[in-house]
């Protein structure tokens, strides 16, 4: 697992979520006439479900991507150190997109001043990357 494979995980949960919405607005419902294949013969109205070529490989790259995510997440929640587990969760996984390192430390250390919390940054980006150096 590298860094760029961790800050890929937002863009992921989004793709996937994109592909679901284009599975379900891609299936293709509609009825059709039709009788038993033994006798009597009655004909009645069946219906008949289909996925497209673009909702087929659309699943597809989902089933991938989720794979991807399980991934990245089972390598997080089996990070032994709790504070670089909680520091990679919080950059990395959980938020918005991009957060700066000083959100990450008020996350972690709501309780602390503003001087402390700021003192506090470089100290846990150096965690975080010498651990990421080391994986």
Avoid at 26 to 42: A, E, F, Q
Avoid at 87 to 97: F, L
Wanted: with cysteine.
């Amino acid at each position: 697992m590298t860094k760029d494979d961790l800050k890929q995980y937002r863009s992921i949960i989004a793709e996937i979520e994109e592909l679901n919405k284009t599975i379900r607005d891609s299936t293709v419902h509609d009825t059709v006439k039709g009788s038993d294949k033994d006798y009597p013969y009655t004909q009645h109205t069946m219906s008949v479900k289909g996925a497209t070529y673009e909702c087929a490989t659309a699943i597809q790259r989902c089933q991938q991507l989720k794979a991807q995510r399980d991934a990245i997440k089972h390598f997080v929640d089996n990070i032994p150190d709790s504070l670089i587990r909680r520091i990679i969760r919080h950059k990395y996984i959980n938020g918005k997109e991009d957060i700066k390192w000083i959100d990450v430390v008020k996350i972690m250390y709501p309780d602390l001043s503003a001087d402390k919390q700021f003192r506090l940054v470089d100290s846990v980006k150096k965690k975080c990357a010498r651990f990421l150096k080391k994986i």
